[in-house]
């Protein structure tokens, strides 16, 4: 019976003493941390969204004090909050560049074609995992809304044509409809770069077109029409690289024969629910 009870005890006595040993570390070798970082924090929005690279609103905070990260990093906060952060760090705030998502897809109910009527649950990655719910594009939106739950802003909701549409207004880039989307059709991109290619289809002319009527071609036309390295064709797709230095211009969209290749002004869908694309709209 005695050797039953030693082993227990043993266990127990190891256990308190590398609790006191764990307590006495805490007490005397823990790091202060910067009051401004809890001061900083209640500046914060208090989102925790993840949308300035950092796990939370406090990790965030406390980049801030140390200097690694500007205010204006924080995609949900107003030009208040980021004054009032700097204000209290005196540090600069850096400029805001405002990022939305964007849906490379505009295939939706009016464009796309379907192969069958989806039902089961309603749910992208369900319909993904079981037979690709009901479009024939192996690559379009499957249109049940995943991103609009993960949204915890309200700003993506299911517009007529059966596609998730962002309001620019309540969205703050914090990424969740990215993470949420089965097929990776989401996009951050800067409010500000106008020129977005609206497909994800990897095939060429006619074998795109069947698919949908919104697809891209892959005629080139934009690439030729835009400045030079602008627009650049990688597998069948319009590419657009900001970084090559020339003006992004509307006249890349101008010959797009299906529309793929947007001049974003507002809405990434100005007119919902129609299957006339920029082009036609243009000379209708």
Known sequence: MSGLLIAPAIMAGLGLFFSVILAVSYRFLKVQEDPRVEETEALLPGSNCGACGQPGCHAFAEKLVVGSLKPSQCTVAGPEIIDAVAELLDVDPGQQERRIARLRCAGGKAQAYQIAEYHGFENCRAAAIVS???????????????????????????????????????????????????????????????????????????????????????????AADAAQ??????????????????????????????????????SQFANEGSSMTQRESRYA
Not at 164 to 178: F, N, Y
């Open 132 to 222: 690709g719910g009901g479009k024939g594009c192996s690559w379009g939106c499957l249109g049940l809304g995943d991103c609009g739950v993960a949204c915890d802003f309200d700003a993506i909701f299911m517009n007529r044509n059966g596609l998730p549409e962002v309001d620019i207004d309540k969205c703050t880039a914090c990424g969740d409809c990215v993470e949420a989307c089965p097929r990776n059709l989401f996009v951050l991109a800067p409010l500000a770069q106008k020129l977005f290619v609206q497909c994800s289809t990897p095939l060429h002319g006619d074998a795109a077109m069947a698919l949908c009527k919104v697809a891209c071609d892959a005629c080139g036309r934009c």
């Open 229 to 266: 390295g602008l627009v650049q064709m990688v597998e069948n797709l319009p590419l657009v690289d900001y970084s090559a230095g020339g003006p992004a211009l509307p006249d890349a969209t101008y010959r797009c024969p299906t529309g793929a290749i947007q001049w974003l002004e507002g």
